[in-house]
């Protein structure tokens, strides 16, 4: 069963997105590409891309996520892509991946799928309405819908016949936690997200980074069954507060979507980010990642003993000034808690109400 979940919007809002509607049909194929591409890591391959917006009007992706721990401010980074995609003029499917949140190492136990599956649900809209992205085309799909179907599940065991437990370990070992005893249900998580490609009827799949041993699996195997090879679009992760990728299973990594003020300013000004150095920053990877390709812009203010209040117009001129100790971290880290705490205001104050939710999928 696939979930279709309509936009309520002002007339002003109204107005503004038929305007971008409008823009669409002049639009071309050059225009959709670099829409598509841009703030991206990988694109495999960009020629099956250009090809396939050459050939079909309304393509058609999806991007998948597993409702384990809460959602965190990483989630920014795949919206703002799957806007890209909306406006683009692709159908687009975002699939909670309820199963694969159980499977892998019973990350969410299942008891707690369907509420955490709503939670999920509920937050990537709030989060969406936050950013003004023109969601109503938008459809939400249950992993549980549709993926215990007979010829989902023929076709996964078609899979297991064709592939070896090493290859498919290899392919998910960024994703699932296997641990020194695998339990097998991380080994059938590659299979089942493959077929989820073919199932959802996507041209594109579409990730972070840390999916594309995945997808290249996927682009091996699906071929196989009869399927066409996916085109597969990455885009960069979002380091954690402590360096590696930031994960909702680890809450010592993460600024949650949840927190208030005070806790995200905090976080902020606690997070690695040492004067003049780029690598595992994730201020500066927020700043690069997230706040430049949605706003194009950022206002450092600070004293004027320290210089006055800065503009940037792009990334790069941050980043050679962080590099040149030019700007402090102190007073970036201040500015990112300034634009952090203005996008998620609207989302703390829509699950103002949903404590009942919250409590139900994380008791």
Same mark, same amino acid.
Request: proline share 4%; hydrophobic share 40%; aromatic share 10%.
């Given at each position: ?9 002002? @007339? ?130 249950? @992993? ?220």
């Amino acid at each position: 069963m696939l979930y279709g979940y309509m936009a309520g919007v002002s @007339g002003e809002t109204s107005n503004k997105f038929k305007l971008m509607r409008s823009l669409l049909l002049l639009m071309n194929v050059k225009q959709k590409f670099e829409l598509v591409s841009r703030n991206t890591q990988e694109i495999i391959t960009r020629e099956e891309l250009m090809r396939l917006l050459e050939e079909k009007k309304s393509p058609s992706a999806y991007w998948g996520t597993a409702p384990t721990g809460r959602v965190h401010i990483g989630y920014l980074i795949p919206l703002l892509k799957i806007s890209d995609f909306l406006k683009a003029g692709f159908k687009f499917k975002i699939l909670i991946a309820d199963l694969h949140a159980h499977l892998d190492d019973q990350k969410t136990p299942w008891s707690l799928l369907d509420a955490r599956a709503i939670y999920y649900q509920e937050a990537i809209v709030a989060m969406f309405e936050a950013l003004g992205v023109d969601y109503s085309k938008l459809i939400f799909v249950r @992993g549980k819908d549709f993926q215990t179907n007979s010829e989902y599940v023929v076709d996964v065991l078609r899979m297991s016949a064709l592939t070896t437990l090493s290859r498919v370990k290899r392919s998910a070992a960024e994703v699932v936690r296997f641990g020194k005893e695998p339990k097998l249900g991380g080994f059938i998580y590659p299979l089942m997200q493959t077929e989820d490609i073919p199932a959802l009827e996507a041209d594109v799949a579409y990730s972070g980074v840390d999916q594309r041993m995945i997808y290249a699996f996927s682009r091996e195997l699906l071929p196989e069954l009869g399927h066409k090879k996916p085109i597969c679009v990455f885009t960069p992760m979002l380091p954690g507060l402590t360096g590696g990728k930031m994960s909702a299973s680890n809450p010592k990594s993460k600024i949650d979507l949840l927190d208030s003020e005070k806790e995200v300013a905090r976080k902020v000004n606690s997070a690695y980010c040492k004067e003049g150095e780029v690598k595992d920053n994730g201020v500066l990877a927020f700043c690069e990642y997230f706040l430049f390709p949605y706003k194009n812009k950022l206002k450092i203010e600070r004293n004027k003993k320290f210089g006055g209040d800065i503009n940037y117009g792009t990334y790069k001129e941050l980043e050679n000034d962080f590099v040149k100790k030019k700007l402090h971290p102190m007073d970036l880290k201040q500015a990112v808690s300034r634009e952090l705490n203005s996008v998620l205001g609207p989302v703390r104050k829509k699950f103002e109400k949903k404590e009942k939710l919250l409590k139900e999928a994380y008791p």
